[in-house]
């Protein structure tokens, strides 16, 4: 009984831990602004635990007690810049613990995307 009961509570936390995390969380929505797209990237990490316990019951049907847990951390790593055919991969270096803190750094993270790719033009054009 308590096999079918711990199995039962992984299930439920993994599935609730799969609508969480997906795909789409990692990757984000691209953000367009004039000629250039950005698309955040972001590192995610999760841990899991599950426990649970038969208690001696004086009928057959035992008592089970048990439960479940899981903590997800969502950090920024990176922006993906597109400007036509570029694309530069321009990584956040200081350690992000929000999205709030990635947000605020977009106009920051567009400026430098800005000047990537007018210094490449500028550059071809020099060639």
């Known amino acids: 009984m308590s096999e079918n009961s711990i199995k039962g509570i992984m299930d439920i936390t993994m599935d609730k831990l799969r609508a969480m995390v997906d795909a ?6 691209p953000i367009v602004v004039g000629d250039i797209t950005l698309i955040p990237v972001s590192k995610v990490s999760f841990g899991v635990a599950t426990g649970g316990s038969d208690f001696p019951s004086k ?6 007690g048990g439960g479940g847990g899981a903590g997800v951390t969502l950090s920024p790593v990176a922006f993906i810049a597109i400007n036509g055919q570029n694309v530069k991969m321009m990584p956040v270096y200081n350690e992000m613990t929000s999205v709030d803190k990635a947000i605020s750094m ?3 993270v ?10 490449d033009k500028k550059d071809k054009t020099q060639q």
């Open 59 to 64: 009928t057959q049907s035992g008592l089970f």
């Open 106 to 108: 977009a106009p920051e």
């Open 24 to 29: 789409n969380t990692i990757i984000g929505d």
């Open 110 to 119: 567009l400026e430098k995307a800005k000047e990537i790719f007018s210094k």
